[in-house]
């Protein structure tokens, strides 16, 4: 039989832990990575079980094999409160961590655990055991305002997965279900719009597995690398190309975004229609969703504004709304018209008056011309008034920037639960019943209703370098759930794996066999609730 170096070598499920305090807690078990005869580890971190020679890594680059034993290449990412003290910034996997003249830093911290309710250790290069029949690489045991704590840690190898951007933008990307692509592969599609947003869903299982080899590749470097907050460039069949990056502004077609709409045009004519009514007879603000008109408006009747007899094209929806004025596009509103005066059809005769002043605006400001109708009802194209362009520069003040933001949704609620639970349905229904707090790299993730565990996370609020993949394809994520130790004992939770924070971090996912464990200190964002301790956990 072929011995194999794996990477789980955790004490079998039958092997009695070590009480908490004594030590090595796994001095006396096997070592978990064994040399093969023939100079390779084998990685079982996840079904593609590589062979690695001495020297080399994995194809995941996440394993490598150091003098024949099976290392995780990536620090595990410990969060503190703040990393003002203490913390050392890095310590890289093949220098002893408790050697602070090899790092040139203060002292780490030692395992003190007075600070023990300060330390939150994430799944981010934690390491993997999937399929999981064996415990997760890091279940941790602390203490949360008295109250004794587990959290459950581990990198999650996700199959179904997705990445959901939204892009605060008007202007036109794609119709809704286009297809996006990355590097000539479809690896998404254009969904439903927002308020002032285009949305895309980006990955997914049947991009991952259900298409050709190479839309599988695309798909998981696309997802990647969003994942990890790095620009990527696609292309939407019939609309647009784009680059989108968490928290930056889109780049579509080769122009940065700017500003995000203020409103659709309807909303924008209510939110500023008494600064209009002093100093125009009419205002018009195009939007490819809602075409809005002032003295039609509501909102101008209510300011007892007289009619100014504009006949828009496009269809009416209710007095001072119109659709559709025009096709979307690049030019004002969305739209894809650059004369503004080409969407209106006319003016009635009788009502309007030569003379009468108009504004024509868009949704943000970064279009707008002032008019003043001439002897025949034509509108003839003036300086716009101070007082006017006060306004339309206040439309653009009330624009936030625009932004890209990547939420990652994973499903959680398959073998990864029995890295946390013999009896995985009774995390799911911990999960639902909020007695566990799920996170992904400490960040709060929202998990959806209904069955299952889909978890949804902002990729901005986790660690950079969050993300990993696996040739399988499949995306690798961190992932969290931290608890009551009595909720944990309750819902069959792998008891005997429970280490005390200070030794969970002795010891590590590898360190059985004595190898200094990877670690790396960074301060939780600040937008971020402490992992530990929420409520109703600790109520
Ligand atoms: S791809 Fe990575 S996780 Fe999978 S077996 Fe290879 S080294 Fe291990």
Request: proline share 7%.
């Amino acid at each position: 039989m072929t011995e194999h170096t794996k990477t789980d070598g955790l004490p079998g499920m039958d092997m009695p832990a070590a009480p908490p305090g004594e030590g090595h807690a796994f001095g006396k078990a096997p070592l978990r990575n064994e040399r093969m005869a023939v100079a390779k580890v084998e990685c079982n971190a996840c079904p593609v079980l590589c062979q690695i020679s001495d020297g080399r890594t994995g194809a995941c680059d996440r394993y490598a094999n150091r003098d024949g034993v099976l290392v995780r290449v990536d620090p595990v990412v410990l969060l503190r409160r703040t990393l003002a003290g203490d913390a050392p910034a890095l310590v890289p996997f093949d220098r002893p961590a408790a050697d602070p003249a090899a790092e040139g830093t203060t002292p780490e911290w030692n395992g003190d655990l007075l600070h023990a309710d300060e330390v939150f250790v994430t799944g981010v290069g934690s390491s993997t055991t999937y399929p999981d029949y064996k415990p997760a690489p890091f279940i941790v045991g602390s203490k949360a305002q008295g109250v004794d704590m587990v959290t459950v840690v581990t990198e999650g190898i996700f199959s179904y997965c997705s990445f959901k951007v939204k892009i605060d933008t008007d202007r036109f990307l794609g119709s809704e279900q286009a297809n996006v692509r990355y590097r000539g592969e479809v690896v998404g599609h254009v969904t439903t719009a927002e308020y002032g947003s285009q949305m895309l869903s980006l990955g997914g299982v049947h991009h991952l597995t259900g298409g050709s080899k190479k839309e599988g590749r695309m798909t998981v470097e696309l997802m990647q690398k969003l994942g990890n907050k790095q620009a990527v460039e696609c292309t939407i069949d019939g609309g647009a190309s784009l680059v989108i990056q968490a928290g930056k502004a889109p780049i579509v077609n080769g122009v940065e975004e700017q500003r995000m709409r203020v409103g659709c045009g309807s909303a924008a004519v209510g939110i500023f229609a008494r600064q209009f009514a002093g100093v125009a007879d009419e205002v018009v603000v195009v939007d490819d969703h809602i075409t809005g008109v002032l003295t039609e408006h509501q909102a101008g009747r209510c300011l007892d504004m007289p009619a100014s007899g504009i006949e828009m094209r496009g269809r009416k929806s209710t007095p001072g709304r119109y659709f559709q004025v025009a096709n979307p596009g690049n030019g004002w509103g969305g739209t894809d018209i650059d004369d503004p005066l080409s969407i209106i059809e006319g003016w009635e005769a009788g009502v309007a008056k030569p003379g009468l002043r108009l504004l024509m605006t868009s949704t943000t400001g970064e279009h707008a011309q002032w008019y003043v109708l001439d002897d025949a009802l034509r509108p003839v194209e003036q300086d716009m008034p101070a007082a006017v362009r006060d306004i339309v520069a206040r439309i653009g003040e009330n624009c936030e920037p625009s932004l890209c933001t990547v939420l990652f949704l994973g499903g959680a609620g398959g073998s990864l639960r029995a890295g946390v639970t013999e009896n995985p349905v009774l995390l799911t229904r911990a999960i639902k019943r909020a007695l566990v707090n799920v996170t992904c790299g400490g960040a709060p993730a929202y998990v959806w209703p209904g069955g299952g565990i889909t978890v949804m996370a902002d990729v901005l609020r986790m660690p950079d370098n969050s993300f990993g993949t696996v040739p399988t394809p499949a995306i690798v994520a961190p992932i969290e759930f931290s608890m009551r130790r009595d909720d944990y004992a309750a819902l069959g939770g792998h008891m005997g794996h429970v280490f005390p924070l200070e030794q969970a971090l002795a010891r590590g996912a590898w360190q059985d066999d004595g190898a200094p464990l990877a670690r790396q200190w960074q301060a939780i964002d600040v937008g971020n609730a402490w992992p530990l301790g929420q409520p109703p956990m600790l109520g």
